[in-house]
Antibody, heavy 123, light 107 residues
Framework: QVQLQQWGAGLLKPSETLSLTCAVY????????WTWIRQPPGKGLEWIGE???????NYNPSLKSRVTISLDTSKNQFSLKLSSVTAADTAVYYC?????????????????WGQGTLVTVSS | DIQMTQSPSSLSASVGDRVTITCRAS??????LNWYQQKPGKAPRLLIY???SLQSGVPSRFSGSGSGTDFTLTISSLQPEDFATYYC?????????FGQGTKVDVK
């Protein structure tokens, strides 16, 4: 049974760096993309970015200048860093697994999700 | 970016009703469309992938159809546990984008 467990600081001040980690238990770590998604309170879902087992990344252009996604294959973990946060970055952040479609050559859907971490940015 | 537009934004329904939610993409996304269900305080749950494939463990009353730009999620007979918010998501191009959500509540 695949499980994603995430953790990180829940309260930040403006200009600080958000840092979250997601650990993957069960299943293979390779052969998938690993994704971060966020959801502001009461609003919809926003894709932040993804990383594959080789370390290749794709980021949302709206966040690209501030985002870094990395992975530690020895621990089956991947991480998100978002710099220079503001109140607009207040959201629940989710990690998710994304299968890769070899026929199409693209990541697909989000089939397993972490429990979510509420990150609040406030002075 | 590919814009995803869901309709309606909300709907009220009763147990046993047939419910249909539509999702329109701003450009052709072939069949690279997924549907999720989200309940308050919980992570989204994958229901349908590749427009019409039912995720393992999801009840058969959920179905998806469409290709190109127009897609539909149908719940054939609404159950009490189906009251939730539903999102479509395209996986055709980065950035991956979601619809704004459709909230299904009790009539």
């Amino acid at each position: 049974q695949v499980q994603l467990q995430q953790w990180g600081a829940g309260l930040l001040k403006p200009s600080e760096t958000l840092s979250l980690t997601c650990a993957v238990y069960g299943g293979s770590f390779s052969g998938y993309y690993w994704t971060w998604i966020r959801q502001p309170p009461g609003k919809g879902l926003e894709w932040i970015g993804e990383i594959n087992y080789s370390g290749s990344t794709n980021y949302n252009p709206s966040l690209k200048s501030r985002v870094t996604i990395s992975l530690d294959t020895s621990k089956n973990q991947f991480s998100l860093k978002l710099s220079s946060v503001t109140a607009a970055d207040t959201a629940v952040y989710y990690c998710a697994r994304t299968p890769y479609d070899r026929n199409y050559g693209n990541p697909t859907y989000f089939d397993y999700w972490g429990q979510g971490t509420l990150v609040t940015v406030s002075s | 970016d590919i814009q995803m537009t869901q309709s309606p934004s909300s709907l009220s329904a009763s147990v046993g009703d047939r419910v249909t939610i539509t999702c329109r993409a701003s450009q052709n996304i072939d069949s690279h469309l997924n549907w999720y269900q989200q309940k308050p305080g919980k992570a989204p749950r994958l229901l349908i992938y590749a427009a019409s494939s039912l995720q393992s463990g999801v009840p058969s009353r959920f179905s998806g159809s469409g290709s190109g730009t127009d897609f539909t999620l149908t719940i054939s007979s609404l159950q009490p546990e189906d009251f939730a918010t539903y999102y479509c998501q395209q996986s055709h191009r980065t950035p991956r984008t979601f619809g704004q959500g459709t909230k299904v509540d009790v009539k």
